[in-house]
């Protein structure tokens, strides 16, 4: 069924040097079983603080529009629908009829095609990652004076620091802030 339910995060960093985690949530099965569907969606919940779901579909699954429809409609169950989303076609590898890729992508316009497994478009994959949180976040500067270092653990909770300078007047930060916070 599942090889876990846990949920793995793995840490990468964008080509500009940005950190970012990745969160990685179990797949979508049919017919679950009664006593796994609580655990199942309390794992998805997690996808709540997502600033970007990546959507990942095996294209060459013959299902894979029913499985794209199972999870849209969780997502609207959980009220995360609205979360910016990115539909990755994944194993385009493994679909001989280049006909249906691009029926495919013309059916999901917003999707992207890739093979995890060849690093086909991976490189675009991140690009198009990149550019959906920097839509989803806004950068400032700011200088804290010393006498208010008691700020500090605050923006670092609350922001992703690009860049710190330790001046004569105070600590000069450049802040990265999504939007919802």
Do not use: C
């Not at 849209?72 to 194993?91: A, C, G």
């Not at 992703?160 to 930060?173: H, K, L, M």
Request: proline fraction near 2%; avoid cysteine.
């Amino acid at each position: 069924l599942f090889a876990t339910l846990d949920t793995t995060v793995r840490s990468f960093n964008f080509s500009n040097g940005q950190k970012a985690l990745m969160s990685d949530t179990v797949g979508f099965i049919r017919k679950i079983p009664t006593h796994l569907v609580a655990s199942f969606r309390s794992t998805l919940t997690e996808a709540r603080n997502a600033d970007v779901l990546l959507h990942v579909v095996d294209v060459s699954h013959n299902y894979f529009r029913e499985q794209i429809q199972v999870v849209n409609e969780t997502l609207k169950f959980l009220k995360i629908q609205d979360t910016p989303q990115i539909l990755v076609l994944n194993k385009m590898d493994m679909v001989e009829d280049r006909y249906e890729l691009m029926a495919a992508q013309e059916e999901y316009p917003n999707s992207i095609l890739v093979s995890a497994q060849e690093s086909i478009n991976t490189d675009k994959l991140l690009e198009l990652m990149q550019r959906k949180f920097d839509e989803q976040s806004k950068t400032y500067e700011i200088l804290l004076p010393y006498s208010q270092m008691q700020l500090v653990q605050k923006i670092y909770t609350f922001a992703d620091i690009v860049s710190r300078d330790d001046t004569d007047d105070g600590v000069a930060f450049s802040l990265r802030i999504s939007r919802d916070k």
